[in-house]
């Protein structure tokens, strides 16, 4: 069963496709709530071809890697600080424990009246939400460094930014890179709640707008476009995490 | 127990610290009101909130709505997550189908949700048990093709049917990996509870906070919030202690 063409996905896809077109399309249906496959197709065309699907994309992925860039930098940050510092990660955990579990998207009537409508307030809150697992995940990088190897730095007498910089990094930085993994798609999400609930920017704007002007096809056309994009940044993690590793297996 | 207690004591001083530094922040006047209201606002704020009842009414609104979907989503999860782990025809033809699916945002369901089910509880639920299905899901997967060979090799050496392989072996085998999978739903559940909420501004927290945001009632504000925080933590923590108390046998 392992060998040859696995086949089977593709007819249940297949399968799927066909029972949406035949539920909606066979009986040409005007419908103001759901549009066939070959519609949505025919309205993603046009909205690649007149630029308006690139312009929200581009609007949607810039808040979601400056957020992401943002917030992972502070969260690694703050995570390596308090894996290091054994009395800062005492002083942290209580609020951090109190601040993650509540949804960032919670925060945008507050940010929208702080920094108002439009990119600032959707990275802040992009921030507010990577900020958590990144700190909580460095931490628990750092303490599973090998400490023979802390060790050498306090035998070398490294300052601490060294011993940051050449011991630590280094080894945690595949863990990293999984983490980045991980709270890309948490950014990609709340960029996307974010312009639903109220920014009017980007895709998920765009979304919610054919949604309220009864244009299904247009609105189906953006989930596939929002769904494409979160496989890309799935997939180009999963690249870096390759690259990121196959020296170390070369080395091994 | 020493320890427990001592975290605990560690945990109260820091989040009083911080409370101690919002207020003093907001004696100073260092942000304008509008931004943040003392701390003593907000919990007049919430007090008044519950004894008249309104505030409770939210936040049973969006806990039970929450709840819901988290146990329908684990009990979807696990009873599809048991049928693809153990029948090699469904892993193979739907395992690639739900990878698809899966980077797509939770949230992004939503306009389609509402324009096949208007702005309803309904609505809400079948975006939270859609959104938050897959770590169950995945978790149970993943849970069920971990099994130690060797068990798997006991289950065929004693006959044992397909359902008794999944009850007996494959389903304990794979609790570790299940609760975890069950902790990040509760979390995804909470989230997209407030999202729906904010978008069909029904009775619960998202809409207690959207509304206090519009109306500039910055302590209502923050009262939704701290209720949020307390909500999730909560949940957060039952779920951790149900977790050792389950696993405990296996230390």
């Known amino acids: 069963m392992s060998k040859g063409f696995n086949y089977r996905p593709f007819v249940v896809l297949a399968v799927l496709l066909a029972g949406w077109h035949w539920a909606l399309g066979l009986h040409h249906v005007e419908s103001d709530t759901l549009a066939p496959p070959g519609k949505v197709v025919a309205e993603l065309g046009r909205l690649i071809l007149d630029g308006t699907v690139l312009v929200a994309a581009r609007q949607t992925l810039l808040a979601t890697l400056l957020g992401l860039a943002a917030g992972s930098f502070l969260g690694t940050l703050i995570g390596l600080i308090s894996g290091l510092a054994q009395p800062v990660a005492l002083a942290i955990r209580g609020p951090v424990e109190v601040l993650r579990p509540l949804p960032a998207i919670a925060l945008v009537p507050l940010m929208t009246i702080t920094f108002g409508l439009g990119l600032a307030m959707e990275v802040y809150v992009i921030i507010f939400a990577v900020i958590w697992p990144c700190i909580i995940l460095t931490q628990s990088a750092v303490r599973a460094v090998d400490p023979r190897l802390l060790e050498v730095a306090d035998v070398l007498e490294l300052s601490w930014l060294a011993r940051v910089w050449k011991i630590v990094l280094p080894s945690v930085r595949p863990r990293l890179i999984v983490m980045l993994r991980f709270v890309g798609a948490i950014a990609l999400l709340i960029a996307v709640t974010v312009e639903l609930v109220s920014n009017p920017w980007g895709l998920g704007h765009q979304m919610m707008i054919a949604e309220e002007g009864f244009h299904p096809d247009r609105m189906l056309a953006y989930l596939v476009v929002i769904t494409l994009m979160g496989w890309c940044l799935n997939w180009a993690f999963v690249a870096l995490e390759r690259h990121a590793f196959t020296p170390r297996l070369n080395a091994n | ?251």
């Open chain 2, 1 to 251: 127990m020493r320890d427990l207690i001592k975290g605990f004591a560690i945990n109260t001083l820091s989040i009083g610290a911080l409370i101690v530094i919002w207020y003093g922040i907001t004696a100073a006047r260092l942000v304008p009101r509008v931004f943040l209201p003392s701390p003593a606002a907000v919990w007049h704020s919430l007090s008044t909130g519950f004894v008249s009842g309104t505030l409770l009414e939210q936040t049973g609104h969006t806990v039970i709505a929450m709840l819901a979907g988290w146990f329908l989503c684990s009990l979807l999860g696990v009873v599809l997550g048991s049928i693809i782990g153990v029948w090699p025809l469904a892993r193979l033809s739907l395992g690639p189908v739900l990878e698809i699916f899966r980077p797509m945002p939770p949230a992004a369901v939503i306009p389609v949700a509402i324009a096949i089910f208007g702005l309803s509880r309904e609505m809400s639920l079948i975006v939270v048990v859609f959104g938050a299905i897959w770590p169950a899901l995945l978790a149970t997967v993943h849970g069920f093709s971990a099994i130690e060979p060797r068990l798997k090799e006991v289950g065929a050496a004693l006959e044992v049917s397909p359902q008794a392989f999944v009850w007996k072996i494959a389903l304990p085998n794979a609790t570790p990996d299940i609760i975890a999978g069950m902790r990040l739903s509760m979390v995804i559940s909470l989230v997209l509870v407030v999202i729906t909420n904010m978008i069909t501004g029904q009775v619960g927290l998202g809409s207690l906070v959207v509304l206090a945001s519009r109306t500039f009632d910055m302590a209502g504000l923050y009262a939704g919030l701290c209720l949020l925080a307390v909500i999730g933590m909560v949940s957060n923590s039952v779920l951790q202690f149900a977790e050792r108390w389950l696993l405990s046998y296996r230390q």
